[in-house]
C-alpha cells in the first residue's frame, strides 16, 4: 500500500471514528438540484460542453477512458450546511443510475490518483466551520478560490450557510496547515443519470395538452413557451398534477414585450415562495432561480418544469451523512426543454439552410441551431452522412461543438 494510499485510509478512519463519537450538533442540510431533460434523451444530453465550460478549472473531475452509455445530466445539485459550532462530517452521495464527473471541493473519493474508487459514490470528508473544528482559534484563514466577476458561484456564496473545508489531496486534518484546505460555502457535483421521463406534447389551439404517467405527484409545475411570436405565459400557476396516467390541458396567455419582465419577475415570487414553502431558505430559493433564470424562462421554444417529492430525489441521488442531520432538506426541478411539437420542421429548415448561397444565411442558421442545443442530435446525425457535403461538414462541425463524449473518452490530464 502506497504512502498516499495509507493517508487516505487514516485519514477516513480518523474522522469516521471522530464523527460516530461526537453528538451531532444539531445542524441543517439543504440542498437542491436542476434536472434538465432535453427532448430526445438519447442523443440531446450529450450536449454539456457549454455547461461544463462554466467550471472553474480547480473543480475536481474524473473523464472515463471508455465511452459510457450516456443517461443524461443532473446538473448544478448545491449541498448548504447550516451549524451552530464547528463540527466534522462524513458524507456520502450516491448516483443510483450513473455516476459523478464532476464535484467541489475536494472529495476523499474518488481521489485522484489514490486507488480504486467507488464508481458511484463520492465520499467527502470535511470540516465545517472551521479546518480543525477540535482546536478553532479564531476566524480560520482559508478562503474559496476566486472565480471570474458574475460567475455562478458568487451567487451560490451569497448563501448564509457555514463554511466548509476539505483536506487539498486527502492530507490529515489533524497535520495539515490552514493553507492544505479547500474552503468554501458549499458542496457541488455534478454527473450522468437516468433522465427523468419527457411528458408527451399535443396543441389545442392557444393551449398545450401535457400527457403524464408518473408514480408521483408534480409539484409547482409550470409551462411557458418562447418564440417569434413573443412570450406566452401560463394563465394561471399550477399547483400538482397528481400521480399515475392522466392529461392535462394548460392555457398559454400571450404576454406583450413591455410586460414581459414583470410578468416573470411575479412568476419567479411565486415559485420562491413554493420552494421555501418545501424547506429551502428564501436565499437559496432565490440562488435557484437566479442560476437557472436562462433555463427557466429565456429558453426558445415550449419549456415545462416542476419540483419532484423529496422521497424522488432522495432515490435518484441517496445521501448518507455521518453525524446525522437534524434536518434535511432537498429540493429537485426536473427542467423540460424544447417540447415544441414542431421543432423537427424548424430543424430540417435550418439544416437545410446550411447549404444555403450567402454566408450571413449559413451563419444564422448555425447560431440557430448551436443555441437549440442537443434536441437537434438525432437530425444532426442523419445529415452528417448525407450526400451534400458542404451540409454535412457543417452538421458535423455542429456536433462537435455541442457533444460531449469526446470528451468524456479522454482520460484525466496528469499532474505536473
Known amino acids: 500500500m502506497s504512502r498516499w494510499l495509507r493517508l487516505l485510509v487514516l485519514c477516513g478512519l480518523t474522522l469516521s471514528a471522530a464523527c460516530?463519537?461526537?453528538?451531532?450538533?444539531?445542524?441543517?442540510?439543504?440542498?437542491?438540484?436542476?434536472?434538465?431533460?432535453p427532448r430526445n434523451s438519447a442523443w440531446a444530453m450529450r450536449a454539456l460542453r457549454g455547461e461544463w465550460a462554466t467550471f472553474p478549472k480547480f473543480f475536481r473531475r474524473v473523464w472515463p477512458e471508455?465511452?459510457?452509455?450516456y443517461y443524461g445530466p443532473v446538473s448544478k445539485?448545491?449541498?448548504?450546511?447550516?451549524a451552530p459550532k464547528p463540527f466534522r462530517v462524513e458524507l456520502k452521495i450516491r448516483f443510483a443510475t450513473g455516476r459523478p464527473l464532476v464535484w467541489w471541493p475536494d472529495a476523499a473519493s474518488p481521489a485522484r490518483g489514490i486507488g480504486e474508487a467507488q464508481r458511484d459514490t463520492l465520499h467527502f470528508l470535511l470540516g465545517v466551520g472551521h479546518p480543525n473544528p477540535k482546536a478553532p482559534k479564531g476566524e480560520p484563514e482559508t478562503v474559496p478560490p476566486e472565480v471570474p466577476a458574475g460567475h455562478?458561484?458568487?451567487?451560490?456564496r451569497r448563501v448564509a450557510s457555514t463554511a466548509v473545508y476539505a483536506p487539498a489531496d486527502n492530507v490529515m486534518f489533524q497535520r495539515a496547515p490552514k493553507d492544505a484546505f479547500h474552503a468554501e460555502k458549499f458542496i457541488y457535483y455534478d454527473g450522468l443519470m437516468k433522465a427523468p421521463a419527457t411528458?408527451?406534447?399535443?396543441?389545442?389551439?392557444?393551449?398545450?395538452?401535457?400527457?403524464?404517467?408518473?408514480g408521483f405527484p408534480l409539484h409547482d409545475l409550470v409551462a411557458l413557451e418562447r418564440d417569434e411570436k413573443g412570450l406566452r405565459l401560463p394563465a394561471e400557476p399550477l399547483e400538482t398534477l397528481p400521480a399515475g396516467e392522466r392529461k392535462t390541458?394548460?392555457?398559454?396567455?400571450?404576454?406583450?414585450?413591455a410586460d414581459?419582465?414583470?410578468a416573470i419577475a411575479r412568476l419567479e415570487k411565486t415559485l420562491a415562495e413554493r420552494l421555501a414553502a418545501a424547506g429551502l431558505h428564501a436565499d437559496e430559493a432565490r440562488a435557484l432561480i437566479e442560476v437557472w433564470r436562462p433555463g427557466l424562462w429565456q429558453r426558445p421554444g415550449l419549456t415545462?418544469?416542476?419540483?419532484?417529492p423529496q422521497e424522488v430525489y432522495e432515490s435518484w441521488l441517496p445521501l448518507a451523512a455521518q453525524p446525522a442531520p437534524a434536518k434535511t432538506v432537498r429540493v429537485g426541478v426536473v427542467l423540460h426543454e424544447c417540447l415544441e411539437p414542431e421543432l423537427e420542421a424548424r430543424v430540417e429548415a435550418l439544416i437545410k439552410a446550411l447549404g444555403a448561397e450567402g454566408f450571413e444565411d449559413r451563419e444564422d442558421a448555425r447560431k440557430a441551431l448551436l443555441e437549440i442545443g442537443g434536441a437537434v442530435f438525432p437530425q444532426l446525425e442523419a445529415h452528417a452522412k448525407g450526400k451534400d457535403e458542404q451540409i454535412a461538414q457543417s452538421c458535423r462541425d455542429i456536433l462537435a461543438a455541442l457533444d460531449v463524449l469526446p470528451a468524456l473518452s479522454e482520460p484525466p490530464a496528469k499532474k505536473p
Open 20 to 37: 460516530a463519537g461526537e453528538p451531532a450538533p444539531g445542524y441543517e442540510l439543504h440542498e437542491w438540484g436542476v434536472f434538465p431533460v
Open 66 to 69: 471508455e465511452n459510457l452509455p
Open 77 to 82: 445539485p448545491v449541498v448548504w450546511l447550516h
Open 152 to 156: 455562478w458561484m458568487e451567487t451560490l
Open 199 to 214: 411528458p408527451g406534447i399535443e396543441r389545442d389551439g392557444e393551449a398545450v395538452v401535457l400527457a403524464t404517467n408518473f
Open 249 to 257: 390541458r394548460v392555457e398559454l396567455k400571450p404576454c406583450a414585450k
Open 260 to 262: 414581459e419582465a414583470a
Open 304 to 308: 415545462v418544469f416542476y419540483r419532484v
